[in-house]
């Protein structure tokens, strides 16, 4: 399985931006995708996530403001990203773990590439 991640980029605050993860390879059933960040100096927190049962997660500080979406066909999750604020300032790491036929499985984790997303205040 391999990710690929894009979309990070320089906006001001207040300002979007959308990012995209794709997936390819062995995709089970059951899945979990979506996205983490880590921001100079800090540890990598959760950002959003999609379940293939259309499960949703966000993390506190991007609530309201951050809306995460799945194409199927496509294997892609995008991450709209709005109201932009400097401590959004972070890369950001496309995650799916891929459970199989039952949520009781095991999951594989794969990471994809970071994406650095700037916010300029």
């Known amino acids: 399985v391999q990710l690929q991640a894009s979309g990070g980029g320089l906006v001001r605050a207040g300002g979007s931006l959308r990012l995209s993860c794709a997936a390819s390879?062995?995709?089970?059933?059951?899945?979990?995708m979506g996205w983490y960040r880590q921001a100079p100096g800090k540890q990598r927190e959760l950002v959003s996530l999609?379940?293939?049962?259309?499960?949703?997660t966000y993390g506190d500080s991007v609530k309201g403001r951050f809306t995460i979406s799945g194409d199927n066909a496509k294997n892609t999750v995008y991450l709209q990203m709005n109201s932009l604020e400097s401590d959004d300032t972070a890369v950001y790491y496309c995650?799916?773990?891929?459970?199989?036929?039952?949520?009781?499985?095991?999951?594989?984790?794969?990471w994809g590439q970071g994406t650095l997303v700037t916010v300029s205040s």
């Open positions: 999609l379940g293939s049962d259309g499960s949703l």
């Open positions: 390879g062995n995709i089970f059933s059951k899945w979990v």
């Open positions: 995650r799916l773990q891929n459970y199989g036929r039952t949520w009781s499985s095991n999951p594989e984790g794969y």
